[in-house]
């Protein structure tokens, strides 16, 4: 099992939401240019103000304050597997804590379900899917966020230029310590989604991180420490790798006086009848009728 959707390591990770905080709010401060993300990614949906929303792996509750400001009529539910993360949402009379593969919900409970940069973290993806198709009325949406697999190249690049001088002499080949989001990204989420949903629309953003010094780059490669630490090649140590990725990136820093990381995340939107598919889905059945 990778190490993004390990029991063991995701407890790790979710114990608190610290290292949680510690990504979301580098992407606040060094984002180019800044963009309010979730109000963003809200945006690709066409609402009505009054839905139904099922935030799930809600976590601290970074979406709810964005619900609330744009659509302050909708009904919120959060739900997480980390009691943890949850300890400092705004809204705990609306939480449950529960599994994305059993979700303590009826048939056809919301209309809208948001699964944020968090289906990675599902150790059986297709079955969570399945969970969230069912708990979605026939006209609901499912908005999903998360990374493209081309998200963040430069930190890739100088990872693998880390553990290439770290393996052991001989070691013919070696893995790079991966993204967690890998496992569900915008592209392989796309295909994912498709089994399952009549119709996937997906929303890229591009942007940069530009980090002005070293440190705000490590402690955000530290807070992902837990997923990828397991994934270095045997004899290779973490913190020896980040001591040369340290070093990497003030050489970069001297020469080039700032560190610029490429971004593309974005947000997949999958129903079977509602938002985008809507009107064409409705002319289909009319023009069935007409036929019939």
Same mark, same amino acid.
């Given at each position: ?78 739900? $997480? ?15 449950? &804590? ?32 399945? %969970?969230?198709?069912? &708990? ?17 190249? %430069? ?8 553990? /290439? ?5 001989? /070691? ?12 569900? /990204?915008? %592209? ?52 020896? &790798? ?32 509602? $938002? ?8 289909? &059945? ?7």
């Amino acid at each position: 099992m990778f190490s993004a959707n390990d029991p063991d390591t995701l407890r790790q990770m979710y114990a608190t939401d610290e290292a949680w905080r510690i990504r979301q709010e580098t992407h606040d401060r060094y984002s180019v240019p800044a963009v309010d993300f979730s109000a963003w990614a809200l945006g690709c949906i066409n609402w009505n103000g009054e839905e139904r929303i099922l935030d799930l792996g809600c976590g601290p509750g970074r979406w709810h304050a964005t619900v609330q400001k744009l659509l302050p009529k909708v009904v919120y539910y959060g739900i $997480d597997l980390h009691p943890g993360m949850l300890a400092h949402h705004p809204a705990p009379r609306a939480l449950t &804590v529960g599994n994305a593969l059993r979700l303590p919900y009826t048939d056809g409970s919301f209309d809208v379900v948001m699964a944020n940069h968090m289906m990675y973290h599902i150790p059986d993806i297709e079955g969570s899917i399945k %969970e969230i198709r069912r &708990v979605l009325k026939p006209d609901g949406v499912l908005m999903a966020t998360t990374n493209s697999v081309h998200n963040m190249p %430069e930190l890739q690049v100088l990872l693998h230029r880390a553990v /290439t001088l770290l393996v052991p002499p001989g /070691t013919d080949r070696f893995q790079t310590p991966l993204p967690p989001s890998d496992l569900f /990204t915008l %592209e392989t989420g796309t295909r994912l989604l498709s089994r399952h949903f009549y119709a996937v629309a997906r929303y890229d953003l591009p942007s940069a991180l530009v980090f002005p010094a070293a440190e705000p780059v490590l402690a955000y490669l530290e807070s992902t420490r837990a997923a990828r630490e397991p994934q270095l090649p045997r004899g290779v140590h973490w913190n020896d &790798v980040m001591l040369i990725v340290g070093e990497q990136i003030n050489r970069l820093l001297e020469h080039f006086g700032e560190l610029v990381i490429s971004k593309l995340i974005g947000v997949l939107v999958a129903t079977d009848q509602g $938002d985008f598919i809507r009107d064409y889905v409705g002319y289909r &059945v009319n023009s069935q009728h007409r036929q019939g």
